[in-house]
Every structure is written in C-alpha cells, then in structure tokens.
C-alpha cells in the first residue's frame, strides 16, 4: 500500500482540504497508517499532476483560501484496480524488539524502563481506540451500517494494542524474574 492510496481511499469518502486530511492522519486511520505532513502535500501534488485528484480553492474570511481536493473519476478507477489487487502483510520494525533481542548488553532495569514508556503510549492509543468504539455504539443503527468496515480496522487496533500490553506484561515478569 502506499500513501498515494490512503489519500484516495480518504477523498473517495468526501472531499477534503490537506489540513483536514493531516488531521484524519493523527486521528482515525493514523493508528494504522502514518503520514507526515510534508508527505501528504507532496502525494497531493503528484495525484493532482497525475489527474486523480482536482483541487479547488474556496475562499475564507480572513484567512488564506482553502484547497478543497476531490477523487476524479480516473482516481476511482485506479482506487478500485488497487482495492482488487491481493494486500501483502505487512512487515515491521521496531526498535523495541530490537533492543529486547541485544539486550544482554543492557541491565533489566534499562530494558524495564524503555518498556515501560512504550506501554504508556499503547495504553493512551487503547484508551483513545476505545472511545472511539464507545462512539461507534452510540450511533444509530443507519450510522453503524455505515461506519461497519471503519469500525472493523477499529477493532484490529484495539485488539492489537491489548495484545501488545498483555506481551509487555508477561515481558515485565521476565525481566523482573
């Protein structure tokens, strides 16, 4: 997958200006795909150039006018030849892991710290996920119909995280052992 694909799956769901998709980035689909900034202007850019985007600017008191970018109908295309080509598992890196590998040269309580400051921030991203499913349940039943396949990768998320807290447990007990 690519950035290029996140954006369109993003603007195939309604229009949006950069800024609005940076935020959708640090919000929803940031818990599963990453994009800096920077990148994302540059994607924008690049689909613009290639025609699977259309960019229009609509004007605001005071401020500089707001680009509002829209799928084309050839974006459409290329988004539903990609969503049919088979997803290849992704692969990971983390330094955390690495570090637990050559951690020999490390006492248990440097690794026990590091681990530690990662289950804070897992702990946050579940809580945040959470609400996020509280909401989901909120919701009408029109509206769950309607976020049904978001609210599947809501869950990977969720249970993603409680597997990785639970790993940094039974990880705490070893170290500590």
């Known amino acids: 997958m690519s950035l290029k694909h996140a954006i369109l799956v993003m603007l195939d769901k309604e229009p949006s200006s950069g800024y609005d998709l940076m935020k959708q980035f640090n919000s929803g ?29 609509e004007p605001q ?8 970018y829209r799928i084309t ?26 570090k637990i590998w050559g951690g020999h040269h490390l006492t248990p ?19 945040s996920l959470r609400q996020l499913e509280r909401a989901f349940h909120d919701l009408s039943d029109a509206e769950k119909m309607h976020y049904q396949l978001p609210f599947l990768t809501l869950r990977r998320g969720i249970l993603g995280e409680e597997a990785w807290l639970k790993w940094a447990q039974e990880a705490e007990n070893t170290l500590k052992k």
Do not use: M
């Not at 994009?35 to 985007?53: N, P, R, V």
């Not at 008191?61 to 509002?68: A, W």
């Not at 690794?111 to 946050?124: A, S």
């Open 73 to 98: 109908e050839k974006g459409q295309q290329v988004l539903k030849q990609w969503l049919h080509e088979p997803s290849v598992p992704a692969k990971i890196n983390d330094a955390l892991l690495v």
């Open 29 to 57: 689909l940031g818990y599963f795909w990453n994009a800096k900034h920077q990148q994302i202007y540059q994607q924008l850019k690049k689909l613009s150039e290639d025609a699977l985007i259309t960019c229009e600017e």
């Open 109 to 127: 309580k440097a690794l026990l710290k590091d681990i530690t400051e990662h289950k804070n921030r897992h702990t946050e991203t579940l809580s």
């Open 61 to 68: 008191h005071g401020k500089p006018d707001k680009k509002v």
